[in-house]
């Protein structure tokens, strides 16, 4: 699962690697993966269905 998240530290796009299909606190869907260039943890919001 290739994803393409916002990176803060690269501010820049960047892939994210082992990324995991989540459910946030307050129930909206979220992919959490890792920065496949600086190692920061990531997240990106997905929209409700």
């Not at 699962?1 to 129930?27: F, Q, R, W």
């Not at 920065?35 to 409700?48: N, W």
Request: net charge positive.
């Amino acid at each position: 699962m290739a994803e393409i998240a916002y990176c803060v530290k690269c501010k820049a796009k960047k892939t994210m690697t082992s990324a995991k299909k989540v459910t946030m606190k307050n129930g909206r869907p979220a992919v959490k993966g890792v920065c496949g260039t600086c190692g920061v943890g990531m997240y990106k919001i997905l929209p409700m269905k």
